[in-house]
């Protein structure tokens, strides 16, 4: 006899929106007759083998809308990285509590715990189905045309860098702000969509699509200083040298490593701090201030993209339909992926887990400026629309000199 129980959870980074899609799968849930209990997991899948669940069956409409607008991980999160013998153990909770449906919403690692907890089910015969649904700032599931989180996060850092440098041009010097992103750019690329005139800022922008030179970013950063009087610069967290290691790792004594094996780039202002050292001893340069974005760029409540909440939620619905009627009539376990239609519109498809699990989508060279300093029209083209509406705009008072009087 069918259980009509589910179960929902959260993993990896939050983002401002993952709780749209969140509150997506519980009330498209609950309007299904053979849905009985909606259970969520605390911490991920920490939660689920400790089997530390919460019964949002119980919450009401009322509440659950006020919790999708609010950032973060409403039920916790968690950066275990699950292997087989973890999944095995996340299938025997599911199982012993006849989840018939489990809802995993996370980047490509979490993907790829759905994609073998699936398979432990089909390997037992049990009847579970699994769908991952896709949450990411740094946009790099691939088989999507964007991920909910990375617009809400980029409309962040075009407006932070609008802000940056309408300072710098106030107190002219060099600023280098570092953004999120491992190996793909897309957010520090986001910068750019905070310029208004040709000759604001950022003036450059690294990603770790391309190699970094120290002895070239430095040249680079000499020039614009001298075209502008003035520097800003975006740097993404990931930048690497020719032997793909990266550039904070050569720079920082005491290397932090994740659950993943990959060294903490986000919890430290080392390489903002190096790169600005840099400049300051080699270029001689008096004014160069840094910062780093660090977690600032995920969940901040006042700068949420209206288009990444309305996408996040249908994500959530979706993955429901998905897996309660299937896509074109066969119910199947897999990923759900944003499509884009028209000159802005999107539309929703159901694609293997394969095809997403533990795969990296980067920058595609059509996005990136040829000087690899830069981004092109295609880019900004391509990321307006997700920034969605009321982005604040910048503007100058116009040059009307008063002649001297005084000859000196």
């Known amino acids: 006899m069918a259980s009509g129980k589910i179960l929902v959870a959260q993993g990896g980074g939050p983002t401002a929106v993952i709780n749209q899609s969140l509150v997506g799968v519980v009330l498209e849930a609950r309007r299904h007759r053979d849905v009985r209990l909606v259970y ?31 950032p973060s991980s409403a039920l916790g999160s968690t950066r275990d990285k699950p292997d087989l013998a973890y999944c095995q153990d996340i299938f025997k909770v599911l199982q012993a ?35 991952h649904i ?29 802000g940056a440098n309408l300072d710098n041009a106030a107190l002219p010097g060099v600023y280098v702000g570092v953004v999120m992103g491992r190996h793909a750019g897309f957010l520090t690329a986001a910068s750019a969509l905070g310029k208004k005139f040709p000759d604001d800022g950022p003036h450059l922008i690294y ?42 790792a050569q720079l920082m004594k005491d290397l932090e490593r994740d659950a993943h094996g990959n060294v903490q780039l986000s919890g430290t202002g080392a390489l903002a701090d190096l790169l600005c050292e840099e400049i300051k001893a080699k270029l001689k340069i008096k004014r160069v201030r840094g910062d780093t974005f660090g977690y600032l760029q995920r969940s901040f409540i006042g700068c949420v993209s209206d288009v990444d909440q309305r996408e996040a939620r249908e994500v959530g619905e979706k993955a429901v339909q998905f897996a309660m009627w299937g896509q074109n009539g066969q119910a199947r376990d897999g990923s759900v992926a944003i499509k884009r239609t028209g000159f802005y519109s999107v539309d929703y498809e159901l694609q293997p887990l394969d095809a997403v699990a533990a795969k990296t989508r980067t920058m595609e060279d059509a996005f990136i400026a040829p000087s690899g300093t830069d981004v092109t029209d295609a880019f900004r083209l391509y990321l307006r629309p997700l920034l969605g509406s009321g982005m604040p705009d910048a503007f100058r008072l116009r040059p009307n000199p008063v002649p001297k009087v005084l000859k000196r």
Not at 100 to 107: L, N, P, S, T, V
């Open 40 to 70: 969520g997991a605390r911490h991920g899948v920490r939660g689920i083998v400790d089997e530390d669940f919460v019964d949002l069956t119980r919450e009401t409409s009322h509440n659950l809308e006020h919790v999708a607008g609010t």
């Open 97 to 131: 509590h006849e989840i018939e449906h489990f809802f995993y919403i996370g980047g490509n690692d979490s993907a790829d715990t759905v994609r073998i907890v699936s398979q432990e089910a089909h390997k037992a015969g049990y009847p579970l189905r699994c769908i």
């Open 134 to 162: 896709p949450k990411t700032i740094d946009n790099d599931l691939v088989g999507n045309d964007h991920t909910p989180g990375f617009p809400s996060a980029a409309r962040f850092v075009a407006q932070a860098f609008a």
């Open 207 to 248: 990603l770790p699509e391309r190699v970094f030179e120290i002895d070239r970013f430095l040249a680079d950063v000499k020039a614009a200083y001298e075209r502008h009087g003035r520097c800003v610069i975006a740097v993404s967290e990931g930048i690497h040298d020719a032997s793909g290691a990266p550039v904070a």
